[in-house]
């Protein structure tokens, strides 16, 4: 599989991508390059390999699961330019 110089335009144009014909022309070879490295790859008889998420075992580090509200409220709204019974204020938008 190759592409040409039309189909990288129509991807340009699909990506949204302003693109010189200058920058179409160098982006063919590149393009093709890839898509043979690809296509190389899978020539690999990977028949009895386990798929792997990571080369080194690693365990995952698991805390406990407690439920805190952070009891930080009146922090919290001291940031707020307005508050009022514990709680933002913001402007009334609905008429």
Do not use: Y
């Not at 190759?2 to 179409?24: C, F, G, Y």
């Amino acid at each position: 599989m190759s592409v040409n110089t039309e189909q990288v335009r129509h991807i340009a144009k699909l990506a949204r991508i302003a693109m010189s014909d200058a920058e179409i022309a160098a982006l063919v070879p590149e393009l093709n390059a890839i898509i043979g490295w690809v296509e190389q790859l899978a020539e690999v008889d990977t028949d009895g390999v386990e798929p792997l998420t990571a080369v080194i075992d690693q365990k995952l580090r698991l805390r406990d699961d407690a439920v805190t509200d952070g009891d930080c409220r009146d922090a919290v709204l001291a940031n707020a330019p307005v508050a009022e019974h514990g709680f933002f204020a913001v402007p009334k938008v609905i008429e």
